[in-house]
């Protein structure tokens, strides 16, 4: 970040748009909407004009401004480097400081509360979900007529429930010590990933730590405009991991790993801090990069799987370097699947983070054409390496009654693991 007062820090940074324009095919909501208002270029000229006063704040310009999913396709297209997420992210927090509570979104914890809530309601959830009252519910519209349709829908049938350990060793021959970060909901929510994690990397010879203070890497907190709150989020996290004792902290949520890779970016940390977060951020992995990035023991071998599978690839991989063709080169591990690319990865599926719950319409239609494609392919399985994602595909599949399974590609690695010779 800056030392230079924000407004003129902000302003030098809108000035680098040259209005080129190359960035609008790649917007989701530009591509949906037709309109500039709801464009990159658009939205970098109404930030400017908020700050520099030639507009006040409005409802509508604030929606114009909300919609915007964070997926970052503009920066990455941008010849000019314009830093849209940083501009988008300044302008939330003025917004929030500006507009009254009751009229602005709701806070990310409020959303991230309910979903750890799941653990207390465990029980009953999957009494709910076993026993045919979800059904019967769904047939009435009770999650709608109580205002909870899209939370509703985005839980996963949750299975019988894992007791976590906070170290697992390595089987066979030691190579080395991973950590894992499960976050704020990854225990609740996908636990079956982080079984799935937890096998391989034991099975390739690393001892995996979750340490047990961990929390929510507050990227929600930062796209929300509420910084104080994701730095708070990130120092829990600092200080949870012995990160100077491992080879790598792993994540197994494509999204919340991008934030962690953003600690070292942290604004106003001393000496030390600042070492932590830099160390911390260099040892933070994608968990399908590190697995492939390793020599496998020869003895560990996958069993064939003669099934289609196509992999989306979420934005927070699409848009960083090196991890695009991860899941892809992990799945291909799989001897006889046949492994596809969704043709239009580029695209956000409108998940977003907490977006599918903000701007259900909007997010259900960026995921249509994906759903149209899938059709087309019809394959027999879906991957994405980012649990948000995957709730909104498999959401919106079990509406359309398709029964394409969707899992995070570990899971169908550590499926097809064979005992050892
Ligand atoms: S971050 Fe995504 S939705 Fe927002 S302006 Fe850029 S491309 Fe469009
Ligand atoms: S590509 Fe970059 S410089 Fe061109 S209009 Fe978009 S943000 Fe501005």
Redesign the pocket.
Known sequence: MTEMPLDKFFLQKTDQCVMCGL?LP?????KLYNAENE??RG?IALMRALTTGELTLTPSLTAHLDR????????NACPANVP??EL?DITRTVINKETAVAQRRTKPETILNNLSHLKRWRPLLTLYQRSGLQKAARTLRLPQILGLAQLEQLIPKLPAQNKWHEHYPATGIQRGQVALFTGCTGKILDGVTLTAAIKILTRLGYSVTIPPAQGCCGILHKHSGYPNEARKLALNNLKSFQTDQLDAVIYIASGCGSQLKEYKNLAGLDQQHQEQAQLFSSKTQEINQFITSVTWPADFKLSPLNKRVAVHVPCSMQYTPDLPDTCQTALKKIPQLTVMSLPDNHH?CGAAGDYMLRHPDIAGALLKPKLDTLEQLNPDIITSANIGCALHFMAALEEKRNSIEVVHPVSLLARQITDRQ
């Open positions: 960035c790649h917007c989701p909501t530009y464009s990159p939205r915007c999913l964070v997926c970052r396709a503009c920066e849209y997420s988008i956000c």
